[in-house]
């Protein structure tokens, strides 16, 4: 049985620590100038923001929008094209699906 995703307050990947912050819907709106989405890769505050989860927001759906936004930073952390949406979703849901299936 896969056990419950914690999200991260922070990570450090390579040499450089990231923090995971969840925000408001609001919040997000502002910092991705009202273009709808529940998450977002910042790398120039090496930071990764997230929408709350809430009875309008499924913890689901935030935990698969963390490994999304996971992938940009583990794609810009190693140079790679960070930005090319059809790979960081490839990437999130593999690590997703590796990370649930890990044994212990």
């Known amino acids: 049985m896969a056990r419950r995703f914690k999200i991260p307050s922070a990570f450090t990947m390579g040499t450089h ?13 502002e910092l991705t100038d009202d273009v709808e989405c529940y998450g977002v890769c910042m790398p120039d505050e090496l930071a ?3 929408v709350q989860p809430s009875r309008a927001m499924k913890r689901s759906i935030v935990v ?4 999304h936004e996971y992938a940009h930073a583990l794609l810009w952390s190693s140079a790679g ?3 090319d949406e ?8 593999a690590l997703k699906q590796s990370h649930e299936t890990w044994e212990y």
Do not use: C, G, N, P
């Open 17 to 29: 620590r990231w923090t995971v912050k969840q925000v408001s819907q609001e919040k997000m709106d």
């Open 48 to 50: 990764i923001y997230l």
């Open 81 to 83: 094209k960070w930005k």
């Open 64 to 67: 698969e929008t963390f490994w």
């Open 86 to 93: 059809k790979l960081v979703d490839a990437m999130s849901k």
